[in-house]
């Protein structure tokens, strides 16, 4: 009744503002910039720069400025050409509350002078990758039904990434790998991981920790990873944030799904410009709308400072830090809320990132230096029916830190129709932990009480070249990468992880083009596992083993002029030497979608693993009017615990996913978005009943254990879920911007049953003095979600 009444008030809310908004005219700024040569940073006059997709433009001056005038607010991309340079398409960018300032490099083209050069589709603006990357601009960002702005929810929609609908989480499963195969960068500088609430060891959360008002565009890889991006099995999502505008200050407030933030851009002085964000939420609202007894509250904030000391010279320093803290209700309104508080610890976490970029361009050559250094501290407490005050009731206290510094240098160098690129990075990881647990192992309880405190080091070296034919009829790219760690001699050698890649494109046609790409990519397992100690011993130092995965991926896109794309892609991946679970014979690969830590426990690295599949996508896009995209994956994902067993169907084997969405812009700056998502049953694993109910084994984690002699035999129905949009946009007085947006999730609030849940009663069994008495809860997920969100800015 609530929820009813929620969407009456919504309802009569955006009437009311489309009443108000009917006579409202469009609203114009300027947009200016300067166009300079890519390799020798002099300034370019004559180019013609226009807005991409409209007769609107203008020529750069004798110094290389431009100014196009009565451009009208909203998102936009610019396309900036000129006789002996290739053509550029820009990323997009906001027009709002006041005019833009946007530099533009172009490349030399190598063609004769007067030779038209053609066009390729975006799938190929990223040499070394082929196949498998997206890139996700401002429109989406800002528009995706359902997703709220947070980048990790925006991926989902695209070719191979699953979503999870029994759980509000933002866990990346892409390809039938597991949430901990996936790595962030931002502006070049590494993220540990990009979500609040993280699941220590692997890489997913309830809500995204990096604010998407900062956010210029993110490339998305699900294969192919470029040399310079290591230990990923799975994917690399390499996030590109604005730059300040160097003319004019600005601010941007925003109340979203979850938080309120305030935002702020600028400049510094002439050579300066910065970027600042804070953010708190209000993430304990929603959950409890949504009904859960956990109440999770966070706050972050996010910096950019870019300066150039000359047209050769650029130094950006970024920080990005969250504090997370989560508490459970003290009383759970009906039995589902009481089983959750059960089970699930307290957790505060604290995390930041701090890094320099330091770019030369050289001519022909760009040298570039990283250096960073991470920090999360994650603490898990849980009593035994959440009573604090006796002692004896401790079940879990965990403490443990992580550190990382990173040292990253890169030399990319072009000559004609060449390109290479090589480095090294060097990294010092140091890790600590205290933690007591109660464990039932073997049939017995165990107290696992142990401190750790160890770094070690760990390097890298990367080389890549690119060829690209005159006429863009044929790309290729072969690289290599070496690593190694001095953890322990199975890892020091870094030509036991030598990783060979190379990658073809081909026009087969004016609009069909053939790609591929085959690899092989290894990732460290997870501190926590590195870390973990028993008897005063790492009982894992001995047997593990870089994660290797070997990976071949190959395409067709097809493009009808500008605006409509179609791509096929098939994928096969093989893994090895995956950490497995000596407790439950379970990869490490097949956990971490839920809450707490992974890996902290007896491991060998034996376990394999393999998934395959294909994937299609449709995209339609006409420039400030229309985005409509259609995705099919059809794959499935198996592991095995040694080369002599068979294979059984991972954690992460849905088999299809289904996506349509899109958005369009009306006139007076509404727009209306909508997406619906379809995916495949996941498997599951049903409860061990006759362990479950002993009282020692509820004691110790009150929730049910699973059967893993059955594991992931039983499998959920399919879900399906519609996500609708509206935005509205008002510009005042020319320098101010009010946007209003209802985002409505799962309109059809559609359910998907899961299994039954089994949890004491709390009374003993007059049958059975070692058992409690057990009930059956059924449990459903899938939730209607409305939100209001606001921004302004001025």
Not at 652 to 661: A, E, K, L, P
């Amino acid at each position: 009744m609530k929820i009813r009444a929620y969407l009456v008030f919504l309802f009569i809310f955006f009437i009311s503002i489309f009443s108000f908004s009917r006579g409202t005219a469009q609203t114009t700024y300027s947009i200016r910039g300067k166009v300079i040569d890519k390799t020798t940073r002099d300034p370019l006059p004559f180019i013609s720069v226009n807005v991409y997709g409209k007769a609107q433009g203008a020529y750069t001056d004798s110094v290389g400025n431009f100014t196009i005038s009565r451009v009208p607010s909203g998102i936009h991309r610019l396309q900036a050409s000129s006789l002996g340079y290739k053509t550029l398409i820009t990323p997009e960018y906001i027009l709002s509350a006041h005019d833009l300032y946007v530099n533009i490099e172009l490349e030399e083209n190598t063609l004769q002078l007067g030779e038209i050069l053609v066009s390729i589709p975006a799938s190929f603006l990223v040499a070394e990758s082929p196949v498998g990357v997206r890139t996700i601009g401002l429109q989406e960002i800002e528009k995706s039904p359902g997703a709220n702005r947070d980048i990790s929810r925006i991926v989902q929609s695209y070719p191979g990434v699953a979503f999870s609908p029994t759980s509000y989480r933002n866990d990346l499963i892409v390809r039938g790998g597991g949430p901990s195969e996936n790595r962030f960068y931002m502006d070049g500088v590494e993220i540990p991981n990009i979500n609040h609430f993280s699941t220590q060891g692997a890489s997913g959360g309830p809500v995204g920790l990096i604010n998407a008002d900062l956010i210029r565009e993110v490339n998305f890889f699900t294969s192919a990873f470029p040399s310079n991006r290591g230990n990923a099995l799975s994917s690399v999502m390499d996030i590109s944030l604005r730059d300040g505008n160097p003319q004019k200050q600005s601010f941007k407030g925003t109340v979203g799904a979850s938080e309120v933030s305030l935002a702020s851009n600028g400049f510094i002085d002439d050579k300066t410009t910065y970027l600042v964000s804070v953010r708190r939420s209000y993430l304990e609202f929603l959950f409890k709308a949504l009904g859960l007894p956990f109440l999770p509250t966070f706050t972050d904030a996010q910096f950019k400072v870019k300066r150039r000391f000359s047209e050769h010279h650029e130094l950006t320093l970024l920080g990005l830090g969250g504090i997370d803290d989560m508490n459970l209700s003290d009383s759970p309104k009906d039995e589902d809320a009481e089983y959750i508080v059960g089970f699930l610890p307290q957790i505060t976490q604290k995390t930041f990132t701090l890094g320099a970029v330091y770019k030369h361009y050289a001519g022909a050559h760009v040298q570039t230096v990283v250096v960073s250094h991470n920090f999360l501290n994650n603490n898990n407490t849980k009593y035994r029916n959440n009573a604090d005050t006796y002692p004896d009731s401790l079940t879990l206290r965990l403490g443990s830190t992580e550190q990382d510094t990173r040292l990253r240098f890169e030399d990319l160098y072009v000559s004609g129709n060449w390109e290479f690129n090589s480095g090294v990075s060097l990294n010092y990881s140091q890790y600590r932990n205290n933690t007591f647990q109660k464990l039932l192992l073997k049939k017995a309880i165990q107290e696992i009480n142990y401190r750790t405190s160890f770094g070690f080091l760990r390097w890298g070296i990367f080389s890549r070249a690119t060829y690209e034919a005159p006429d863009e009829q044929f790309i290729a790219t072969a690289s290599v990468r070496l690593d190694g760690a001095d953890y322990s001699d199975k890892m020091r050698n870094p030509l036991q992880q030598f990783s060979p890649r190379l990658s073809l494109s081909y026009r087969l046609a004016d609009d069909l083009y053939w790609s591929g790409a085959l690899g092989r990519y290894y990732q460290l397992p997870p501190s926590t596992a590195m870390g973990f100690q028993l008897g005063g011993q790492f009982i894992n130092k001995s047997d593990l083993r870089y994660m290797l995965s070997d990976q071949i991926s190959t395409g067709l896109t097809y493009s009808i002029g500008k605006r409509i794309e179609l791509t096929a892609e098939l994928f096969y991946k093989r893994y090895d030497n995956i950490p497995l679970s000596l407790n439950d014979s379970i990869p490490l690969t097949c956990k971490g979608n839920d809450y707490g830590v992974i890996g902290n426990e007896a491991l060998t690295s034996g376990a394999q693993g393999r998934s395959y599949g294909f994937e299609l996508l449709a995209e339609w896009r006409i420039p400030e009017i229309l985005m409509l995209s259609s995705s099919f994956t059809l794959f499935k994902s198996e592991y095995r615990n040694s080369a002599q067993d068979p294979y059984l169907v991972s954690s992460w084997d849905n088999r299809y996913i289904f996506n349509v969405r899109g958005t369009y812009n009306f006139s007076r700056n509404w727009s209306l978005g909508m997406k619906y998502s379809l995916i495949g049953g996941a498997p599951y694993t049903p409860y061990d009943l006759n362990k479950s109910s002993l009282i020692t084994a509820w004691d110790v984690q009150a929730r049910p254990y699973f059967d893993y002699s059955k594991f992931n035999t039983g499998r959920y129905n399919a879900f399906g879920q519609l996500d609708i949009r509206v935005d509205k946009t008002f510009y005042i007085r020319n320098r101010y911007m009010l946007g209003v947006y209802l985002d409505i999730q799962n309109i059809t609030n559609s359910k998907l049953h899961e299994q039954d849940v089994v949890m004491s009663t709390g009374s003993i069994d007059p049958v059975d003095n070692t058992r409690y008495v057990m009930k059956r809860l059924k449990r459903d997920s899938g939730t209607l979600l409305p939100t209001i969100g606001l921004t302004f800015e001025f």
